[in-house]
């Protein structure tokens, strides 16, 4: 399986903040066992893990088919080239959710430190825990807001369980009705941690690289940067999105 497994498991991607690593090595408890991932130019992880890590670095994408179809210019050739082996991630959807609402207006840093702030024995707080406990702890600001009412509306009825099954309009329409889940979010959440490769999030980042290189610098909105990015990538534009985000950063 072609993988750059640091690059992958550090490139703003729900792992990078549940998971932890030193020297190469990334760990995690899944189930209250330790799970540990490692490459020195192989795959290695924890014995009797291999179908979770498999499912986690999503082990069916063929990225040289994937390089083909978004190798379309010369800004993503060479975001290819630099970023070869980076992969897209697929965690579980509430650890994700929780991720990405503490990454509004935050940076990767403070954003990992809140997740880890909201874990209790290598997992996630549930919503049902988040709705009942004091999270102050967690020094999420603003953030505490939403997630407190996206707890409760989930523990109210509006299921995220069933969006596996939705096509991805519905999907990201249904998503953006909890409190604090905007465009960028939702589609994080989808792109991560359920695999709508389509879908396209586009932060500061994302916006300032799209609009230089594909929109002649001239401002545009979020939802016309999509349509292009949809328009050009296709099923693949979250691996598009992926590799011009690292490109963007510099990493």
């Known amino acids: 399986m072609l993988i750059n497994l640091s690059l992958t498991m550090k490139s703003g991607q729900t792992p990078e903040f549940v998971w932890s690593e030193k020297d190469g090595n990334f760990s995690r408890l899944v189930g209250g066992k330790l799970c540990e991932i490692w490459h020195d130019g192989e795959l290695h992880f924890t014995k009797g893990f291999e179908d979770y890590v498999m499912e986690l670095l999503r082990k069916d ?18 975001a290819i080239k630099k970023y070869r082996g980076l992969r897209i991630t697929k965690s579980d959807p509430w ?62 009825g509006h299921s995220i369980e069933e969006i596996k099954n939705m096509n991805y309009d519905t999907a990201l329409a249904h998503l953006t009705k909890l409190h604090g889940i905007g465009d960028k979010v939702a589609n994080c959440v989808l792109l991560f941690g ?18 230089k290189n594909y929109f002649e610098g001239k401002k545009t909105n979020d939802k016309k940067i999509r349509e292009f990015a949809q328009a050009r990538w296709g099923k693949y534009a979250g691996y598009a999105n992926q590799y011009l985000f690292c490109y963007a950063r510099g990493l």
């Open 61 to 78: 994408d063929d990225l040289e088919k994937i390089y083909e179809k978004i190798n379309t210019d010369e800004v993503m050739n060479n």
């Open 194 to 211: 359920y695999g709508f490769l389509e879908s396209f999030p586009i932060d500061t980042w994302i916006r300032k690289i799209m609009v």
């Open 95 to 156: 650890e994700t959710t929780v991720s990405f609402i503490c990454s509004v207006n935050n940076n990767i840093k403070r954003i990992r430190k809140n997740v880890q702030s909201l874990m209790v024995n290598g997992n996630v707080m549930t919503p049902q825990e988040i709705s009942d406990a004091d999270i102050n702890h967690a020094r999420l600001g603003f953030r505490e807001k939403f997630l407190k009412k996206t707890s409760e509306a989930i523990m109210g």
